[in-house]
């Protein structure tokens, strides 16, 4: 387990660089497994390093797909898979551990494809607005997923939103709530970005 700041959702990469001795061998164990895969979950309480925190209870599987090894640091690149529920945490030596059980996938049909296609229209458009007062990750054109069950998580993912807003789409159990919480927290982000762009407007025209 990796207990992180930022949350993974599903078909979203992860890039890391790790260097704290339990997580290099933490890695070091997962490369000698064929399936090269470890969870990621969002710290609630804490920090990234140095152990003691505190973690919620639903994370995602994270698929290493690229790694490269170089005096005691690992640069690695995952890509996020299916999601999971602690059942119980194990001893955090020599690394963090739990006991797991994997979420059911979000049933996306043909009718929630209109929907998702607004939410993402809403989506790109906030990125397109917040790019203009901040650095984001992801550019309002950025190429995403034809497939909609791994759309529809990418969509959440580029999302210019915080790691709790995150956190509760991922514990989504239907593809509506997801939906959902994605246009309320989006809209709402979208509100303070014009905010802001307004307020910079005033202070230009200030004498």
Not at 65 to 92: C, H, N, P, Q
Not at 99 to 111: G, I, K, T
């Amino acid at each position: 387990m990796f207990p992180l700041g930022s949350v993974l959702f599903p078909g979203m990469p992860l890039p890391l660089r790790v260097f704290e001795p339990r997580y290099v061998a933490m890695l070091s164990a997962v490369l000698g497994d064929p399936e090269r895969e470890f969870g990621v979950v969002l710290i609630e309480r804490g920090s990234e390093v140095g152990g003691g925190d505190v973690r919620f209870g639903v994370g995602t599987v994270a698929r290493i797909a690229r790694v490269e090894i170089s005096e005691g640091t690992l640069e690695l690149l995952a890509t996020g898979a299916a999601r999971f529920e602690v059942v119980r945490w194990l001893e955090d030596e020599p690394f963090p551990r739990a006991e797991v059980r994997e979420l059911e996938p979000l049933a996306v049909d043909a009718a929630t494809v209109p929907a998702l296609a607004s939410a993402e229209g809403l989506v790109r458009a906030t990125l397109t607005r917040a790019s203009e007062f901040v650095e984001l990750p992801w550019a309002p054109d950025v190429e995403l997923s034809p497939d909609p069950s791994h759309r529809i998580w990418q969509v959440a993912g580029i999302a210019p939103l915080g790691s709790l807003d995150q956190f509760a789409m991922l514990r989504s159990t239907t593809a509506a709530e997801l939906l959902a919480t994605l246009v309320e927290e989006t809209q709402a982000a979208d509100a303070r970005f014009t905010a802001s762009w307004a307020d910079d407007e005033q202070d230009d025209d200030a004498p």
